[in-house]
């Protein structure tokens, strides 16, 4: 049986105390591949953002907010995890200082003085013993080229690619690619399917029934 560190959802990044930046991902490719972890006899443990979806009650679930907090959330986890399914969507910037109060309007235009978030994935490549690592990347154009990009900037070793449309759906349709940019699997359906497919390849990739080891 393997412990397989799952990320999903978004993170949030607040501007003040009311306001943040954060992006549209549901959490339910996260649920759909932590159900699939279960039904293969595996552990999941699941760092996630703000959602409004449930995830299986057999998993482990650690609520974070921000990009930081998940990088954090996962630095504690990873090294007990046999490998890693990085869906989740942090943002990528946040504010280089968050306002004590409510920005109130003021008839002028608001500039934000935004920096790069810490990429998790990346972070954890650098301190990974000998588990493997899949990511995500939602592209909009070059898709493969960027891909390939992500792949090698967060050394995994492979990476699942998808489009906006799979934001917010039930249904989704991915390649999966490995470190030559061999398109090794592609499969259309609901985020349950897509999920138990992917589960199944990395059981034949990785190892045999224990996925890792």
């Not at 954090?72 to 942090?90: H, S, Y």
């Not at 990974?128 to 090698?152: I, N, P, S, Y």
């Not at 900037?153 to 934001?167: E, H, Q, T, Y």
Request: charged fraction near 20%; hydrophobic fraction near 50%.
């Amino acid at each position: 049986m393997a412990r397989i560190l799952i990320t999903s959802g978004p993170t949030r990044q607040y501007l003040d105390p009311v306001r943040f930046l954060t992006n549209a991902s549901s959490g339910r490719m996260g649920v759909a591949l932590a159900e699939a972890v279960l039904e293969a006899g595996h552990q999941a443990v699941v760092v996630t953002g703000p959602v409004d979806v449930a995830y299986p009650a057999a998993a482990e679930v650690i609520p974070v907010v921000s990009t930081e907090d998940m990088l954090e959330a996962c630095l504690a986890a990873f090294p007990t995890c046999d490998g890693l399914i990085a869906a989740a969507a942090p943002s990528d910037y946040r504010p280089v200082k968050i306002a004590e109060g409510k920005i109130r309007k003021t008839g002028e235009p608001l500039h934000l003085h935004l920096v790069e978030t810490a990429d998790v994935v990346a972070r954890l490549a650098a301190v990974r013993r000998d588990q493997w690592m899949v990511g995500f990347a939602l592209e909009t154009e070059d898709v493969h080229m960027r891909a390939m990009q992500k792949l090698e900037r967060k050394s995994c070793d492979l990476i699942v690619v998808n489009g906006p449309a799979a934001i917010h759906a039930a249904d989704t349709s991915v390649e999966v690619l490995d470190k030559a940019g061999t398109v090794v699997a592609a499969w259309s359906g609901s985020k349950a399917f897509v999920a138990r497919e992917l589960v199944r390849l990395l059981a034949a990739r990785f190892g045999n029934a224990e996925v890792g080891r």
